[in-house]
């Protein structure tokens, strides 16, 4: 016999029974009971005849799962003497659902090198994006080249900032601050 | 129907005043996924009940001390708009929607997944537009649509409906005038492909053997209703999905 991925066409909402524990084992967005595996979600049914595995597809947006190598994008909200705090908005992979948790990001994780204090790499109100270390506490890192701010406002004016060499100008006040900048600042790539 | 004073039969060659059969419900329309900011939404209208279900969440939770750290809180509000009755109601809480909000949460939770979200919280509002009797039923049958559309993982949907008793007979789904003026009155939520009950509330007096009966109405009552929400969510995402 052939083995293969089968997608089946029904639509099953939660309860809906596919078929027993005999069969296939539950995979994601499924759930045991009593012998039968049920799914959990609005979703369609993919049979793994390889691994004998069941999974529902879910068609609804599903809430976002931050876990370990999680990209994140937010909003610095509070700067301390050793880290700051990221209210995470969105998670990469569920962009249009909000995610609205915070994470922190310690001083010795912002960047490889060096650093004095935390405001020479982050102001409240920056947009940051980060990669998630650890998800109970949430802990985050900007140790990476695409990582870090990647949009700044003027303290001062409020004008959005350019990037500068390594640092961020404004180009109203001439002002120049100094950030951990990703790679693709200004640029609004997730 | 503008009845103020108790007519003085119910039930007239086996009608009842809105021309329903004893076992019969009200006319339902459902429409998930209404609400762009929510995550999940319904908006019911059964019989002259108009009803609208809004789910936000598994989000972190305010104030910070509610949250437990293994699993979610489910959050209910049941709120009555004050233009949903005749005479205006006073707005904001009030010790019956307190007491619905609690008891429509507990008909709720028990086919949650809290545990896959831990120190979250899931926030389901009900808000009455305009009511006709039966409103926490219709309300948690909203606000199970709601919950299925916001992509929280559920072990089944929650239907309920409420049965009661006027001119001595057991009927299905009151409508007001006979909520106000009948002898009893009883809302019931059921997971209806396991039996389970997880909502029995009762005023009035039945006997035991109008309550067993009434009891078999209901479950025959809850799989309509479930039927009909199993429609409303099939009908939507099978839209979706051929786009």
Redesign the interface.
Known sequence: MEKKIEIEEK?V???DFICTTEEYVPGS?T?N?EGGI?S???G?VKLDDKLHKIDVL??????PEIKQDSIVLGKIILLKNSFAVLNIERVKGYEN??????GTIHISNIQLTYIKTIDKAFNVGDIVKAKVISN?PLRLTTRDKNLGVIKAFCPVCGEALEKKGKGLKCSRCNTIYQRKISEDYGWGMF | MEIDEKPERFIVDGLRLDGRKKDEIRPIKMEAGVMNRADGSCYIEWGNNKIIAAVYGPREVHPRHLQETYRAILRYRYNMASFAVDERRRPGPDRRSIEISKVSREAIEPVLMLEQYPRSSIDVFVEVLQADAGTRAAGITAASVALADAGIPMRNLVSAISVGKVDGEVVLDLNKIEDNFGDADMPVAMIVESGEVTLLQMDGIFTKNEFIEAMELAKRGCSQIYDIQRDCLISKYKKLDSD
Do not use: K
């Open positions: 639509i909402l939660p309860g967005n759930y009971n049920c959990s979600i609005i369609i879910p068609l609804v947006m599903v809430p659902r909000s995610a609205n948790v915070e109970n």
